[in-house]
């Protein structure tokens, strides 16, 4: 243990240097982008250090100011909560909310099928019989909810 603490002591100021690369190696490898901002500032203080003799807790001190600089200015500056101009992309149930169909399968024991496009959706509703128009009212996971449309002469 000794020896390994001493080998990190000899290495100096180098040590931010290294730890900053890893943790840019680390961000390449795993997914999201939490470990850049720690990485860069790992950088930024070894630049710091190399230049400007500081104690050690000085150095630690900066790089967690640092961090917490980066962190927050990221944050402020990307916003992970963008609209989307396609809100219902991943939520294919509920792309069809409103729009109305004709079964294929009669809904029997509150289940039947519609076809949307090329493929087969479940849909769920009161029992009717195939080739009624229903209009969906709802999704859960990936079965519809339908309701018989009715035919009003306006």
């Known amino acids: 243990m000794e020896e ?31 470990l850049f901002f720690f990485g860069a500032s790992a950088i930024l203080t070894g630049i710091i250090a190399l230049n400007f003799p500081i104690p050690w807790q000085a150095q630690c001190g900066l790089f967690v100011a640092m961090s917490l600089i980066n962190t927050i200015a990221a944050r402020l500056f990307w916003n992970p909560h963008i609209k989307s101009d396609e809100p219902l992309l991943n939520k294919r149930g509920q792309q069809h909310i409103g729009k109305t169909y004709t079964l294929t399968t009669a809904i029997h024991n509150g289940r039947g099928k519609v076809k949307v496009g090329d493929t087969l959706w479940l849909v769920g509703g009161q029992d009717m019989p195939e080739g009624a128009t229903v209009k969906v009212i709802g999704a859960q996971g990936s079965m519809l909810q339908v309701e018989q449309m009715t035919d009003n002469p306006e």
């Open 4 to 34: 390994t603490l001493g080998l990190f002591a000899s290495f100096g100021t180098w040590n931010w240097l290294i730890m900053g690369a890893l943790l840019l190696c680390l961000e390449i490898l795993l997914p999201g982008f939490y």
